[in-house]
């Protein structure tokens, strides 16, 4: 069920409701009376197929609210107004929306959107630690940024469609062997400085960790994704450690592997760093038509980390060659100590780096190598948890 309330954010909300029906949602939307001076019903069930429900007191039956209530696997309220959440925060049952939230069992989603005063408003925090203090409500934003025409920029913003829906999914996928379990994942490239202005580095684009961070923090996990530079937008609930050298991923890797029920190691980590880092810039003039840049190895972050890792955790690696794949993963496998390893073959269209697609092979201790076809890279991701939540815990 998605209950709009009326601010100006709900034009958001037909995407929203649209992004929903999409992935498989049957989606029942409620409209406040407010509501409907900013969007029309009509735009809801043009996007669902299905009515839009604004009124309690309607000829479909006395009972509609207990109805919606009941049938909700999930209530989403986007834009969720001060009015709705000073409602919701006192138990209140004052229209179709309230009545059904009240009515049903099911867990809410509050994507708050109003005017950066309205939200600072003590009464209005207080109403909002209320919704937080319950298990039942999940909060998602608000964001700080552009506000309506005129109010300038602050906190108060609706999170963005994307952002709600996967608050959504959180919700909805959570109660499996992930639900809770502590899950590290490293991505991205690493940095290597040769001077205050220059790196070496890799085309690594981060993208492979973001999308494994996303699809463990939507099965409900606790994630923690250390990652070197990349611009990939990481799901607000995720704890983000960013870094740019091996040595720091290292340490903020190290600070949490202990912990951990699961690890992911996709980033691309230079095996070498220039030994040492030039205090000024390297100037043509000076070092001449020849430069040799001594190079020292890194530490190898996952051999380290899976050391470290308590028994019943997952550990998964990742595989990146050129050639002999298979035979190239299985002997990463067995060095690192690896639960499972991800191969996938450098210089392929539509595969690995900086790709949005991958074409990978997964193979483990247990698992006979598996070869996927191009997919998604979020798509992989999602077949990587489903291997790592089956072996969870042993
Ligand atoms: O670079 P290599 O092919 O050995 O990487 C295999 C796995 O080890 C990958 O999962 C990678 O993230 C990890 N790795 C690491 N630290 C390194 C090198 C690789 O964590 N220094």
Same mark, same amino acid.
């Given at each position: ?28 939307? %409620? ?7 900013? %969007?029309?019903?009509? +735009? ?134 992930? +639900?809770?379990?502590?899950? %590290? ?18 085309? +690594? +684009? ?31 609930? %995720? ?156």
């Amino acid at each position: 069920m998605l209950g709009v309330c009326g601010g100006i954010a709900a034009y958001k909300s037909v995407q929203l409701a649209r992004d929903l029906t999409l992935l498989g949602a049957t989606v029942d939307v %409620v409209l406040t009376g407010a509501a409907r001076n900013f %969007v029309a019903p009509l +735009s809801f069930e043009g996007v669902t197929g299905r009515g839009a429900l604004t009124d309690l007191f309607s000829v479909e039956g006395a009972a509609l609210h207990v109805t919606l209530g009941r049938e909700a696997d999930c209530v989403c309220i986007a834009p969720a107004t001060a009015d709705f959440i000073a409602r919701a925060a006192s138990g209140r049952a004052s229209d179709l929306l309230t009545t059904a939230v009240v009515a049903s069992g099911a867990p809410v989603v509050v994507a708050p959107a109003m005017n950066d005063g309205m939200f600072a408003h003590p009464r209005t925090r207080a109403n909002l630690a209320r919704l937080d203090a319950s298990p039942r409500y999940h909060r998602v934003g608000p964001a700080t940024g552009l506000l309506a025409a005129g109010e300038g920029s602050g906190p108060g913003r609706m999170a963005e469609p994307d952002g709600i829906v996967d608050a959504v999914g959180r919700v909805l996928g959570a109660g499996g062997a992930l +639900s809770g379990a502590r899950v %590290v994942v490293t991505g991205g490239p690493t940095r290597e400085p040769l001077d205050p202005v220059r790196y070496l580095g890799n085309r +690594s +684009s981060g993208k492979m960790g973001v999308a494994l961070a996303r699809a463990a923090w939507l099965r409900g996990a606790e994630v923690t994704l250390v990652t070197g530079p990349t611009a990939v937008p990481v799901p607000d609930g %995720v704890d983000v450690v960013r870094v740019e050298t091996a040595r720091e991923m290292r340490d903020a890797v190290l600070a949490v592997a202990a912990d951990a029920d699961a690890a992911i190691f996709a980033a691309a980590v230079a095996d070498y760093r220039p030994g040492a880092v030039q205090p000024g810039k390297i100037k043509r003039s000076e070092a001449g038509n020849s430069l040799t840049v001594e190079l020292t190895a890194n530490p190898d972050i996952a051999a380290e980390a899976v050391a470290r890792m308590k028994a019943g955790s997952v550990s998964v690696g990742f595989a990146l060659e050129t050639d002999d794949l298979v035979a190239r993963a299985k002997g990463k496998l067995a060095a690192k100590d690896f639960d499972l390893i991800v191969g996938n073959r450098a210089g392929q269209d539509g595969a690995a780096f900086e790709a949005d697609t991958n074409r990978v092979t997964i193979l483990g201790r247990d698992l006979e190598p598996r070869e996927l076809p191009l997919m998604s890279k979020f798509a992989v991701a999602w077949e990587i948890m489903d291997l790592v939540e089956e072996r969870v815990g042993g």
